[in-house]
T-cell receptor, first 116, second 108 residues
């Protein structure tokens, strides 16, 4: 089954404790992206990647890191989480490189993160 | 990047057409209009996209005005399962910026 998986689905942590949220897709997609969603703000793009070793900032990259060492994986790293990073996070992937006439973006199930 | 404006919420009767407006007055010539929807807190689901021409697929129709400053998503026969938040976004390059969307409630 074609899908985007995220782990963990739920995470409660404390301020300053480094964490990684994994994202994996089995569709051989070149484009992958991370979003956060907060009440009343919709989804905001954090980082995206057009291919292996190619990443770029979205709208809200501060406090986050990403890496794209393999085509299928795109982990989101919070080196020193803070309470304002409490949010619902989504990973997404796309067949074409996210260009204007891109194929549909497939979203993962989400990771609900709470930073105390 | 062009921003979009959508109504905060709207209701629709089951079986009737739902017309969701979106304003994107600052859209540029090479930017596409995309629609996604999100049910509860699930991952967003792609619906449809277009550049200039009207588009239709198995889920919906997209009507884009001639000046491209606004568009309307049409769900031809709304069902209770169409209750969701609908996002109209303008795609430029590789960045997707979602707004707050329109919360659509389909009532029996």
């Amino acid at each position: 089954e074609a899908q985007v998986t995220q782990n963990p689905r739920y995470l409660i942590t404390v301020t300053g404790k480094k964490l990684t949220v994994t994202c994996s897709q089995n569709m051989n997609h070149e484009y992958m992206s991370w979003y956060r969603q907060d009440p009343g703000l919709g989804l905001r793009q954090i980082y995206y990647s057009m291919n292996v070793e190619v990443t770029d900032k979205g709208d809200v990259p501060e406090g986050y890191k990403v890496s794209r060492k393999e085509k299928r994986n795109f982990p989101l790293i919070l080196e020193s989480p803070s309470p304002n990073q409490t949010s619902l996070y989504f990973c997404a992937s796309s067949n074409l490189a996210g260009g204007p006439d891109t194929d549909t973006q497939y979203f993962g199930p989400g990771t609900r993160l709470t930073v105390l | 990047d062009a921003k979009t404006t959508q109504p905060t919420s709207m209701d629709c009767a089951e079986g009737r057409a739902a017309n969701l407006p979106c304003n994107h007055s600052t859209i540029s010539g090479n930017e596409y209009v995309y629609w996604y929807r999100q049910i509860h807190s699930q991952g967003p689901q792609y619906i449809i996209h277009g550049l200039k021409n009207n588009e239709t697929n198995e889920m919906a129709s997209l009507i884009i005005t001639e000046d491209r400053k606004s568009s309307t998503l049409i769900l031809p026969h709304a069902t209770l399962r169409d209750t969701a938040v609908y996002y109209c976004i303008v795609v430029n390059d590789y960045k997707l910026s979602f707004g707050a969307g329109t919360t659509v409630t389909v009532r029996a």
